[in-house]
């Protein structure tokens, strides 16, 4: 995510970013882990006012729809994942070169199981702390350096066979999380185009009793359209 684009020149703007990612990581239960593959798509909308900026980022439902079985054909699960942040920056210094800020996260997450055929839904929400580096990349392009840390992420999960509803062995999550990227960006007119790579790793507990609930751990490489729609 890049959260601020034509840094030297720009006081009040409006951008959109397509982000397209690649993710190629681990999805980790009690006592399985499989491969995660595929590609997530993160969408975000920014507006800064001189010094602020607010920004709100999204991820759609992302993941395998059934079941993914092992060469030996034994289950394992599959998880959809959808994200929303919502940001604000504040610059440090006198320069657009440093910004430091904090907002909520809210992350929803489906985990298909079939022994027994069992969908575990878990929807946690916390604090996101950010800060973010825009540093001169010769003439107007800019390398983009982004740290999040998310630690403490609280929700509830339910179970469900189907459409029926089920008595959960555990009620509660706690969870933790990092977020970071760098992207080099070309700037042109009213556009900018960003490559680089992100690194997200997502890792929750049940409350009682206090055993892992999963982790995820995704790297890949990424790609950004970012478009600046007013000034």
């Known amino acids: ?56 980022e999204g991820i759609p439902s992302v993941g395998g729809s059934g079941y993914l079985r092992t060469p030996t054909g034994y289950p394992h699960p599959l998880t959809n994942v959808s994200i929303v942040n ?19 996260i809210i992350i929803n997450q489906q985990t298909s199981l079939l022994q027994p055929p069992l969908e575990a839904a878990s929807r946690l929400a916390g604090s996101r702390y950010e800060g973010v580096a825009y540093l001169p990349a010769g003439g107007a392009n800019t390398v983009e350096l982004r740290a999040a840390y998310m630690p403490a992420l609280h929700g509830a999960v339910s179970y469900e066979i189907g459409y029926l509803q089920v008595p959960p062995g555990y009620g509660s999550e706690v969870a933790e999380a990092t ?17 680089g790579a992100r690194g997200i790793d997502y890792n929750a507990h049940f409350v009682t009793p206090p055993q892992l609930a999963d982790r995820n751990t995704s790297v890949g490489a990424l790609i950004e359209a970012r478009f600046r729609i007013a000034k």
């Open 1 to 56: 995510m890049a959260v601020l684009s034509w840094p030297a020149q720009a006081r009040a703007e409006t951008t959109f970013s397509i982000e397209g990612f690649t993710v190629s990581g681990a999805h980790a239960e009690q006592g399985s882990s499989v491969p995660i593959n595929g590609a997530a798509g993160f969408l975000e909308l920014r507006q800064r006012w001189k010094p602020i900026d607010l920004v709100i």
């Open 86 to 104: 919502a940001i604000s920056h504040v610059r440090i210094g006198p320069t657009n070169r440093f910004w430091l800020g904090g907002g909520l």
């Open 179 to 195: 977020d970071v990227s760098a992207e080099y960006f070309f700037q042109f007119h009213d556009f900018a185009l960003g490559a």
